[in-house]
């Protein structure tokens, strides 16, 4: 029945299947001790989303949380792979025990028996029939567990990506996340609901997108809501006249760690600092660096970012001007903007992305 209830919760019916870059994607890095060792390839629709969410995470871990002498990103290039490991351990737990309110984590591993048996009105996809949940009390336990099974989310063939997100929603419990269907069990959850849930531990949508809330079936009140450690930024230049650049939740803009999760014109990415500080003492947001990671396959370094947030009356106006396409700024200069109004973006000899 639970795993009636996954595929329930995601397609709104029970003989829809994951496409084939859903069923293909796993956890897979660059090659260790490069540039972007601390990296997750991503294609560039499907599951990236989701990849990219799970990247800011290990970010925060390499930067914010593991001990080693590196400083900066030396914290990200110099690892191995089992360091790489580690990190994706130390991510996916932070997210299930998150989503298990900090007092469980489920995780779906796909064993040889099969626990279901299809029935009428049933497609089975051979895998999903095949999922045995481990249930934890200990974040501890539950990362230790991740990192002595990684292979199971990180080697080709694993099917990695949705393994995780079917222990996502069982960390969450289905019950609860069923209430947020906008049509009951006819529904299917939405990508916010999901992408809410991988940075606050809460599924709410409307913290993501700028609707109205909270609503009855939305997760918390705003009282209840704290500054996370991971952020999310968003800007989509054809939505621009209809919704507001305020449209994310404040707290989500400025979370605790200068790590964002950004939505570009429909592209997701991560943009991050590398001072923990940097979001505690309004001096510090004057003029810093920002590093920004596309996921796309022909980026080969991180991007350095110079922000200025000074108000320079004398230079010319670099707002966006819709009517004139070559005054437009790249739309990861605009996302940035929806965070430090006004704000100027150099490159530092990158060609800008987006």
Same mark, same amino acid.
């Not at 293909?24 to 294609?43: N, T, V």
């Not at 810093?288 to 991180?302: A, N, P």
């Given at each position: ?10 397609? @709104? ?51 914010? /949380? ?36 900090? +007092? ?16 009428? @009105? ?61 049509? *009951? ?27 109205? +809330? ?80 596309? *996921? ?29 396409? @070559?005054?437009?700024?790249?739309? /990861? ?8 109004? *006004?704000?100027? /973006?150099?490159?530092? *000899? ?5």
């Amino acid at each position: 029945m639970a795993t009636w209830g996954l595929r329930k919760l995601l397609f @709104g019916n029970l003989f829809h299947l994951f496409s084939c870059e859903w069923e293909k994607a796993y956890f897979r890095f660059h090659e260790p001790y490069s540039d972007l060792a601390y990296a997750l390839e991503a294609e560039k629709w499907g599951p990236r989303a989701i990849l990219m969410a799970v990247q800011a995470h290990i970010i925060k871990y390499l930067l914010f /949380v593991r001990n080693t002498e590196y400083t900066h990103l030396e914290r990200l290039c110099r690892i191995n792979r089992r360091e790489q490991g580690e990190a994706l351990a130390a991510a996916l737990a932070d997210t299930l025990w998150a989503a298990g309110e900090g +007092g469980r984590a489920v995780i779906c591993l796909i064993t040889a028996a099969i626990h279901v048996m299809p029935s009428r @009105g049933y497609k089975a996809d051979n895998f999903t029939e095949r999922i045995q949940l481990f249930e934890f009390s200990e974040k501890a336990a539950a990362q230790k567990f991740i990192f002595d099974h990684i292979n199971c989310f990180k080697d080709e063939g694993s099917h990695g990506v949705i393994l995780f997100l079917y222990s996502l929603l069982f960390s969450r419990t289905l019950e609860r996340t069923f209430a947020l269907l906008p049509d *009951g069990v006819t529904g299917a959850v939405s990508l916010q609901a999901m992408l809410s849930l991988l940075l606050t531990g809460r599924a709410s949508p409307h913290k993501l997108n700028g609707s109205r +809330g909270p609503g009855p079936s939305s997760e918390g009140t705003e009282a209840q809501w704290r500054r996370g450690p991971v952020g999310y930024l968003h800007w989509d230049r054809a939505q621009r006249r209809a919704v507001p650049l305020s449209q994310v939740c404040p707290r989500l803009r400025t979370p605790r760690l200068p790590i964002w999760l950004c939505s570009v014109s429909g592209r997701y990415s991560v943009l991050f600092g590398t001072d923990s500080q940097l979001l505690s003492d309004w001096k510090m947001e004057r003029v810093f660096h920002l590093y920004f990671y596309s *996921g796309q396959q022909e980026q080969r370094k991180t991007a350095r970012l110079t922000i200025d947030t000074h108000s320079h009356h004398w230079e010319k106006d670099q707002s966006e001007d819709p009517s004139s396409p @070559g005054k437009r700024r790249p739309s /990861v200069e605009m996302a940035i903007r929806t965070k430090w109004a *006004g704000a100027t /973006v150099n490159w530092n *000899g990158t060609d800008p992305f987006f």
